[in-house]
Nanobody, 115 residues
Framework: QVQLVESGGGSVQSGGSLRLSCAAS?????MAWFRQAPGKERERVAT???????TYADSVKGRFSISRDNAKNTLYLQMNSLKPEDTAMYYC????????????WGQGTQVTVSS
């Protein structure tokens, strides 16, 4: 069973930084951060696989960085140069190697960026 618990969200002014954390248990080789703003579709922000390869949405490239600490079973999302359009609920997610979709989700943490 995979359990994911996010933390680190909050309110910040435009240009500021936040670091999200996701405490994970269970199978967590393939992980990702998603976000969803009110009235918008869920967006995959960044992914990291068991070989530490990463991908990023074009909207966050150069500003966000996904990483993991395997010893602590924790996933991170460092967010710099935040913009008001980054305001959303951010979710940590995981999938197994044979699954195409991310089927395990945390409860989410809110990020609000004011101009």
């Amino acid at each position: 069973q995979v359990q994911l618990v996010e933390s680190g969200g909050g309110s910040v002014q435009s240009g500021g930084s936040l670091r999200l954390s996701c405490a994970a248990s269970g199978y967590t080789r393939h992980m990702a951060w998603f976000r969803q703003a009110p009235g918008k579709e869920r967006e995959r922000v960044a992914t990291i696989d068991n070989d530490s390869s990463t991908t990023y949405a074009d909207s966050v490239k150069g500003r966000f960085s996904i990483s993991r600490d395997n010893a602590k079973n924790t996933l991170y999302l460092q967010m710099n140069s935040l913009k008001p359009e980054d305001t959303a609920m951010y979710y940590c997610a995981a999938r197994r190697s044979w699954e195409q979709n991310y089927n395990y989700w945390g409860q989410g943490t809110q990020v609000t960026v004011s101009s």
